[in-house]
């Protein structure tokens, strides 16, 4: 129980990601990709793939965050 609680704090806490993609640096949201796949795997090796359904949404959504933050910071550094 305590692992699926920590999975959902996790999933709270960075649901939002692509909205607030622009705040964090791109090895912050390596660093949170990281996490992730740490607690999905960590739910599958006891069992509980099944209930790690919000980190295989939120693994996309990381993904897609550090496509944007990469487009951004190209587009910040190649003229108009």
Known sequence: MALLEKIAAFAREHGDILARYHLYSMDDLKRIEQECWSLHDEACS???????????????????????????????????
């Open 46 to 80: 006891r069992g509980a793939c099944g209930s790690a359904g919000e980190l295989v949404e939120l693994e996309y959504l990381i993904g897609r965050a550090k496509e944007m933050k990469a487009k951004r910071m190209e587009e910040e550094r190649s003229p108009g």
